[in-house]
């Protein structure tokens, strides 16, 4: 059994980076497509671009948060660390768009010129993030990363991604001793790739909640839907949580109270994995919820409480989505405030009034939950 210690305020987080990150560049063009029709006389950054990184990269920096932040120059991955997560012809496909010129990968994922050596930055930024976790050097660390990975399958890319930042992290911890892993992916979209890369692992509990938006094409086969709960060994640890367009704070909370708190618990994770991408914010062009920066925070808090109670205190963060330029760093500052359980808020919300209807989602939940704790092994019985 595990200890359940009272959660305490934690002194400070160590925030991993590597400026050579900002140099992946994925154009302009009618939002995230790259396309010039001709007719329109401005055309727009595609929305994983450098700005929204440097705003969290500032915010950490000079916000009142700064104080708690400990920061630590993150490293580029070799290629045999990205074997652990992907296979060596996806690699190869990589390599060879990047010694091309780039390529085009899929819908709205582009490998331009820089990209390749940024995504083997975030890739190794993360591992160095989570290697700093496992020599006990810290108990929180976060890697501030891009380009994002959770989309990206081990064996093609996805959704903005090009390796699994977080997946390569959750295998480290496994062949470094650890024996349960629990990932939580509150970005707007379907943490797939990390999904599909322990898809048949009983050592890994993926918990994803998103808006319930399905299969987006070739690179993304995947629905997100309550029903892909893994197979094999791993059947019953795929957690989906599609929850519906508009599910803002209250939703969330109860979603996390009610099916993410309960699953991480019985499953006993001795190392946690918080996914963060601040898409699902109310102000997000790439998403549909409504997260305010008070959302945020409390789900800091319960993740913050999680971990001093199942894994010793012990937390990765990895940043992934996140698409408004400046409420994103709002809400990324909000979430770390509750990750290091302060008693009260270091920064006020600027922007955020939306009114929330959360019986919907509440009612999605629940029928979430009977479905879950009766499908479910290591559930049944909760």
Known sequence: MHASPIPTPMDRID??????????????GVFDSGLDPGFLDVLEKHPENADRVRNMLSILKRGPISPYISWHFGRPARIPDLLSFHTQEYINELIEADRNGGKMLCAGTFLNPGSWDAALLAAGTTLSAMKHILDGHGKIAYALVRPPGHHA?????DGYCFLNNAGLAVQLALDSGFQKVAVIDIDVHYGNGTAEGFYKSNNVLTISLHMNHGSWGPSHPQN???????EGQGFGYNMNIPLPNGTGDIGYAYAMTELVIPAVQKFEADMMVLIVGQDSSAFDPNGRQCLTMEGYREIGRMVHSLAARQSGGRLLIVQEGGYHVTYSAYCLHATL???LNLPLPLLSD??????EDEAFAVKVIESIKQYQNGTFPFLKGA
Not at 17 to 28: F, I, R
Not at 224 to 230: A, C, L, Q, T
């Open 15 to 28: 925030v991993f980076w590597h400026e050579g990150m900002l140099n992946h560049d994925s154009g302009s």
């Open 153 to 157: 399958q081990p064996t093609q890319a």
């Open 224 to 230: 997100g839907s309550v029903d892909e709960i893994g």
């Open 337 to 339: 405030e509750g990750v």
């Open 350 to 355: 600027p922007i955020a009034y939306y009114p």
